[in-house]
T-cell receptor, first 115, second 114 residues
Framework: NAGVTQTPKFQVLKTGQSMTLQCAQDMNHNSMYWYRQDPGMGLRLIYYSASEGTTDKGEVPNGYNVSRLNKREFSLRLESAAPSQTSVYFC??????????????FGQGTRLTVV | GDSVTQMEGPVTLSEEAFLTINCTYTATGYPSLFWYVQYPGEGLQLLLKATKADDKGSNKGFEATYRKETTSFHLEKGSVQVSDSAVYFCALSPSPGGNNRLAFGKGNQVVVIP
């Protein structure tokens, strides 16, 4: 039972490089999320997708773009990486029941370092 | 908007001690409430949940009661073990008609000393 799968698990980038973080879920969930986790800051929402074809900005969207390719996949792209984007990135998904999102299921995280 | 507030700072305690982590929330309507746990190097896992007022969620010896009158969902465990050392997050899911985004607290690091 795979759940939410993120790739890669670790990545080192040079400033200015671009990359895409991949996320896929096999639970047929409507909603998907990208968060970043930094020491002392908890989880901060980068982007949210309520359904295929829709995306909304979260708290910290600057420097990122997303694509909800289909119901399963939600990718996060850094067009020009900066050291401030060094963080642990988590993808999550949640089902929706009676119009509300229920608990989120998280991937294992991508540890990104920008040098 | 909807938000969750957790008590500040890490929590350090001895094995078999009583653990309480405070969580209060701000939300309209009737959100669902959750506690997540994150072990080192891992993603967040659901620990317990409650979906309506006065519900008590429980799992692995942890408990939390949904108190609408005080807008709280405090996490408790009667006797902690070293294996309970982790980061604990309180979260809410807005009631239908809201912005549909989960809201998380900042998390509390719990360290249990043998």
């Amino acid at each position: 039972n795979a759940g939410v799968t993120q790739t890669p698990k670790f990545q080192v980038l040079k400033t200015g490089q671009s990359m895409t973080l991949q996320c896929a879920q096999d639970m047929n969930h409507n909603s998907m999320y990208w968060y970043r986790q930094d020491p002392g800051m908890g989880l901060r929402l980068i982007y949210y997708s309520a359904s295929e074809g829709t995306t909304d900005k979260g708290e910290v969207p600057n420097g990122y773009n997303v694509s909800r390719l289909n119901k399963r996949e939600f990718s996060l792209r850094l067009e020009s990486a900066a050291p401030s984007q060094t963080s642990v990135y988590f993808c999550a998904s949640s089902p929706r029941e009676q119009g509300a999102n229920t608990e989120a299921f998280f991937g294992q995280g991508t540890r990104l370092t920008v040098v | 908007g909807d938000s969750v507030t957790q008590m500040e700072g890490p929590v350090t305690l001895s094995e078999e001690a009583f653990l309480t982590i405070n969580c209060t929330y701000t939300a309209t309507g009737y959100p669902s409430l959750f506690w997540y746990v994150q072990y080192p190097g891992e993603g967040l896992q659901l620990l317990l949940k409650a979906t309506k007022a006065d519900d008590k969620g429980s799992n692995k010896g942890f408990e939390a009661t949904y108190r609408k009158e005080t807008t709280s969902f405090h996490l408790e465990k009667g006797s902690v073990q070293v294996s309970d050392s982790a980061v604990y997050f309180c979260a809410l899911s807005p009631s239908p008609g809201g912005n549909n985004r989960l809201a998380f607290g900042k998390g509390n690091q719990v360290v249990v000393i043998p």
